[in-house]
């Protein structure tokens, strides 16, 4: 009995031994290994930067504004009598500088001893008054024999300067003009000389 079960063992461990496993699942192909391929670096020194974007030469130029029309502006003097309490007999004149134009200006000049006499070219000429002035006068007090000359210029289309000077009768020249005051006038005005407003 013995001898059958071994030989019996023996068959069986063979068999087992020559089956082959049930092929479960396929096996897959491992991926071929791809190395990328070194990137080759670039010199610091050779990195060429993007050309910046060319501007349109078709865009618009900023234009300045335009500038206004120019205003004429007239210019007068006005001489108003003032009484003097240290010479009741001989009243003072006051004389104002009267501008007419979009912004009317009526600037006190000061009080001058007499009527002022305004002066024509022909007389500023001879006086000596500045070249180019718009107008002048010359008042005169004769117990002094001083004179006193005011002369208006226009400066730049933008202001107007008022000047002053004596004129000793003894002394051997007359004495130089200096500015006395600045008026300022709107940009790109046109003066002129009107006749002086009577009062």
Do not use: W
Not at 30 to 52: K, L, Q, Y
Request: contains cysteine.
């Amino acid at each position: 009995m013995k001898p059958l079960y071994l030989a019996l063992s023996g068959v069986m461990l063979l068999a087992a031994c020559n089956q082959t496993a049930p092929e479960t699942s396929t096996p897959t192909a491992a991926a071929p290994e791809t190395t990328a391929a070194p990137a080759t670096a670039v010199p610091v020194d050779t990195v060429v930067a993007a050309p910046a974007a060319k501007v349109e030469a078709t865009a618009p130029a900023a234009t300045a504004p335009a500038l206004k029309d120019a205003e004429t502006m007239k210019v007068s003097f006005s001489f108003k009598s003032a009484p003097d309490p240290d010479d009741p007999k001989h009243p003072r004149t006051s004389a104002h500088l009267l501008l007419q134009g979009s912004k009317p200006q009526d600037i006190d000049l000061g009080k001058f001893v007499g009527k002022p006499d305004v002066v024509d070219a022909a007389k500023a000429k001879a006086a000596n008054f500045p070249v180019g002035m718009l107008m002048g006068f010359r008042s005169y007090a004769p117990a002094t024999g001083t004179s006193s000359d005011l002369a208006v210029l226009s400066v730049g289309g933008n202001r107007l300067r008022i000047v002053q000077r004596r004129v000793e009768e003894t002394a051997p020249e007359a004495g130089k003009f200096e500015t006395a005051r600045e008026i300022p006038l709107p940009a790109n005005t046109r003066v002129v000389a009107a006749p002086a407003a009577k009062k």
